[in-house]
């Protein structure tokens, strides 16, 4: 190698080391800057910091101090439409006072829609742009996945008044059901949708009677004005001055309509001779043979009607329109009945109608052209009322599923003290027909009997009241239960006789209460087979 290679060798090699100590020189350099630029962002942050801890103390000094501010329970108004009450715990409420069972009451916060909304802890939070995106685990870009539109739908299970969004959780959890098995499947499809648009009826109806008060109220304070504002002219007028003005006002003061005397009044044995005849009418064929009861109900409906708007005594007021619409529908029957009850008096009135059309009492007055256009509007009224009644029905419904009886409390009857007794009692007179029977051992071990065949059937009152000796000595056997048919009873016509299922030990304790207690009461009766099963002591 010559001595030119050499030098240009070590010119080469001395710019190599010169460039890389450049290089050093500029990364050294570089990460002064950043330090020096980490150290002015935190330096930044804290003065941030401060300041932020300087106006949060400002503000608790404002606010005096309360560092751990007391957060108060949210208060509830009651659903049902008659109760005013304002509570803190409402299924506690709806147990103690309204007699809601524990299961239905725990879950009237969620069915009534009566749960505190969620609510943003600040404005800001509260734009959909400032909320978290979901990450999906394939894609590396977040999604703003839309919310879940679930239905609320009711738990079909009886006995369950869950409302829940997510059901199928609901049924795995609280009614250990699997996704396999045939009744998970057909409990999803018999759930039933909550309208989450509509209000519940209940909320509905309660709206609906505080603005009927509020109305009420406005015009009792007008019609109490105008009131006083006509007795003061009363007052400054003279009776005779008012006489000679108006021939319609009588010498004391009354008005009197055209056409019509002072006293109007029908004397009371007319008025009893009237609804008399009424009464006959209604259970001959011209009224499809009604029923004795049914009939004595209408009459005593037509009796009420008078007794408001005709002080009892005067017929012709029953077919002035004006004054059923005024004094009887708005504002007595209003406020004193349901509207299935209205609907009722309104058919009574309907059928008083027809009776004066077809039968013409010689107590009563009338035009026939009123009387048909009376009973015309009397039908309208009743059909303008049928909203109302469904409204009630669902109303009914809802307080008959609070006022189950659970099967909780039909073991405590079971093991109840009375029932006790009264089986020691019927196992007394099955061995020693001797036994003497007083009425306090006669009445335990009848209201026994009783309440054992209205919880084993649920059956209507009156199908255990009618059920007579010939009936249940012609219960028919069907594998170990004895079936008793019950004849006179309220649906009778629409549905045939009313079934009365009885085990071989209710039924033997029937056989033992028929011939050794009730043979025995103090007042005998005739031995037909058609009298009542149960009687009271006096044999009635």
Same mark, same amino acid.
């Given at each position: 190698?010559?001595?030119?290679?050499?030098?240009?060798?070590?010119?080469?090699?001395?710019? &190599?080391?010169?460039?890389?100590?450049?290089?050093?020189?500029?990364?050294?350099?570089?990460?002064?800057?950043?330090?020096?630029?980490?150290?002015?962002?935190?330096?930044?942050?804290?003065?941030?910091?401060?300041?932020?801890?300087?106006?949060?103390?400002?503000? &608790?000094?404002?606010?005096?101090?309360?560092?751990?501010?007391?957060?108060?329970?949210?208060?509830?108004?009651?659903?049902?439409?008659?109760?005013?009450?304002?509570?803190?715990?409402?299924?506690?409420?709806?147990?103690?006072?309204?007699?809601?069972?524990?299961?239905?009451?725990?879950?009237?916060?969620?069915?009534?829609?009566?749960?505190?909304?969620?609510?943003?802890?600040?404005?800001?939070?509260?734009?959909?742009?400032?909320?978290?995106?979901?990450?999906?685990?394939?894609?590396?870009?977040?999604?703003?996945?839309?919310?879940?539109?679930?239905?609320?739908?009711?738990?079909?299970?009886?006995?369950?008044?869950?409302?829940?969004?997510?059901?199928?959780?609901?049924?795995?959890?609280?009614?250990?059901?699997?996704?396999?098995?045939?009744?998970?499947?057909?409990?999803?499809?018999?759930?039933?949708?909550?309208?989450?648009?509509?209000?519940?009826?209940?909320?509905?109806?309660?709206?609906?009677?505080?603005?009927?008060?509020?109305?009420?109220?406005?015009?009792?304070?007008?019609?109490?004005?105008?009131?006083?504002?006509?007795?003061?002219?009363?007052?400054?007028?003279?009776?005779?001055?008012?006489?000679?003005?108006?021939?319609?006002?009588?010498?004391?003061?009354?008005?009197?309509?055209?056409?019509?005397?002072?006293?109007?009044?029908?004397?009371?044995?007319?008025?009893?001779?009237?609804?008399?005849?009424?009464?006959?009418?209604?259970?001959?064929?011209?009224?499809?043979?009604?029923?004795?009861?049914?009939?004595?109900?209408?009459?005593?409906?037509?009796?009420?009607?008078?007794?408001?708007?005709?002080?009892?005594?005067?017929?012709?007021?029953?077919?002035?329109?004006?004054?059923?619409?005024?004094?009887?529908?708005?504002?007595?029957?209003?406020?004193?009945?349901?509207?299935?009850?209205?609907?009722?008096?309104?058919?009574?009135?309907?059928?008083?109608?027809?009776?004066?059309?077809?039968?013409?009492? &010689?107590?009563?007055?009338?035009?026939?052209?009123?009387?048909? &256009?009376?009973?015309?509007?009397?039908?309208?009224?009743?059909?303008?009322?049928?909203?109302?009644?469904?409204?009630?029905?669902?109303?009914?419904?809802?307080?008959?599923?609070?006022?189950?009886?659970?099967?909780?409390?039909?073991?405590?009857?079971?093991?109840?003290?009375?029932?006790?007794?009264?089986?020691?009692?019927?196992?007394?007179?099955?061995?020693?027909?001797?036994?003497?029977?007083?009425?306090?051992?006669?009445?335990?071990?009848?209201?026994?009997?009783?309440?054992?065949?209205?919880?084993?059937?649920?059956?209507?009152?009156?199908?255990?009241?009618?059920?007579?000796?010939?009936?249940?000595?012609?219960?028919?056997?069907?594998?170990?239960?004895?079936?008793?048919?019950?004849?006179?009873?309220?649906?009778?016509?629409?549905?045939?006789?009313?079934?009365?299922?009885?085990?071989?030990?209710?039924?033997?304790?029937?056989?033992?209460?028929?011939?050794?207690?009730?043979?025995?009461?103090?007042?005998?009766?005739?031995?037909?087979?058609?009298?009542?099963?149960?009687?009271?002591?006096?044999?009635?």
């Amino acid at each position: 190698m010559s001595d030119s290679d050499n030098e240009d060798h070590d010119k080469d090699g001395f710019s &190599s080391t010169q460039d890389e100590n450049e290089a050093q020189i500029e990364v050294q350099d570089e990460s002064d800057q950043s330090e020096v630029f980490k150290n002015e962002i935190e330096e930044e942050r804290n003065k941030t910091k401060v300041e932020r801890r300087s106006e949060e103390d400002a503000g &608790s000094d404002d606010e005096g101090q309360d560092e751990n501010p007391v957060i108060k329970q949210q208060k509830k108004k009651c659903p049902l439409p008659y109760c005013n009450s304002v509570v803190c715990h409402l299924p506690r409420h709806l147990r103690n006072v309204h007699n809601w069972s524990k299961q239905v009451a725990k879950t009237a916060t969620c069915r009534f829609k009566l749960r505190k909304q969620y609510t943003f802890s600040s404005q800001e939070t509260a734009y959909a742009g400032n909320r978290k995106p979901w990450k999906t685990k394939g894609d590396s870009k977040p999604k703003n996945c839309k919310k879940p539109s679930r239905k609320k739908k009711i738990c079909p299970i009886p006995g369950c008044t869950t409302v829940s969004e997510r059901l199928p959780q609901h049924l795995h959890q609280v009614h250990k059901l699997g996704s396999d098995e045939p009744k998970f499947k057909k409990c999803m499809s018999l759930a039933k949708v909550v309208s989450m648009k509509n209000d519940h009826i209940f909320h509905r109806m309660k709206a609906k009677r505080e603005n009927e008060m509020d109305m009420d109220y406005h015009m009792d304070r007008s019609s109490l004005c105008k009131s006083e504002s006509s007795q003061q002219d009363l007052e400054d007028n003279d009776p005779d001055d008012l006489q000679k003005s108006d021939p319609n006002v009588s010498g004391t003061g009354d008005i009197v309509k055209p056409g019509s005397s002072v006293d109007t009044d029908e004397p009371s044995s007319v008025v009893q001779e009237t609804l008399q005849e009424f009464e006959d009418w209604l259970v001959s064929p011209d009224c499809e043979k009604k029923d004795a009861k049914t009939a004595k109900q209408h009459v005593a409906q037509v009796k009420k009607v008078l007794s408001i708007i005709g002080e009892g005594s005067c017929l012709h007021s029953l077919l002035d329109r004006k004054l059923v619409q005024d004094v009887f529908l708005r504002q007595y029957a209003k406020k004193k009945y349901y509207p299935t009850t209205i609907k009722s008096y309104l058919m009574s009135l309907q059928h008083y109608c027809s009776f004066l059309l077809g039968e013409k009492p &010689s107590g009563v007055e009338f035009e026939k052209d009123d009387v048909i &256009s009376l009973r015309e509007k009397l039908k309208n009224w009743s059909a303008s009322y049928k909203r109302e009644t469904t409204r009630r029905r669902w109303e009914k419904m809802e307080e008959d599923v609070s006022a189950l009886i659970t099967p909780d409390k039909v073991n405590d009857f079971g093991r109840s003290q009375a029932v006790r007794d009264a089986v020691i009692i019927l196992g007394e007179l099955s061995g020693a027909h001797h036994a003497e029977i007083t009425q306090a051992k006669y009445t335990l071990v009848r209201d026994y009997l009783i309440a054992q065949i209205m919880i084993d059937n649920a059956n209507r009152a009156g199908v255990v009241a009618y059920m007579t000796v010939q009936e249940f000595q012609r219960a028919r056997s069907e594998d170990d239960r004895h079936v008793v048919h019950v004849l006179q009873h309220k649906t009778v016509d629409t549905h045939g006789p009313a079934q009365i299922v009885l085990t071989n030990h209710l039924y033997n304790h029937l056989n033992i209460f028929l011939t050794e207690m009730r043979s025995k009461l103090p007042i005998k009766e005739s031995a037909e087979g058609s009298d009542k099963f149960f009687l009271s002591w006096g044999g009635e």
